[in-house]
């Protein structure tokens, strides 16, 4: 019983790892091929708002 445990432990974990990994490397190529040269699109964005911005808060 208790070797059934264990590999229903395992095989559960290693479906669960597999599908984050798939995720990741579906989301990565995705931005690879379609995003093409959108990916930073909303760093930039941000950027260009914050430009001329004063630093505020914190030792320096």
């Known amino acids: 019983m208790g070797n059934l445990v264990i590999d229903f432990v395992l095989l559960a974990l290693c479906i669960i790892g597999f599908t984050a990994l798939m995720g990741t490397v579906t989301n990565v190529f995705g931005m690879k091929v379609f995003g093409r040269g959108n990916v930073d699109k909303f760093k930039t ?3 260009s708002v914050q430009t001329g911005w ?3 808060g ?3």
Do not use: A
């Open 58 to 60: 914190g030792r320096q």
């Open 45 to 47: 964005k941000s950027s």
């Open 54 to 56: 004063k630093k505020v």
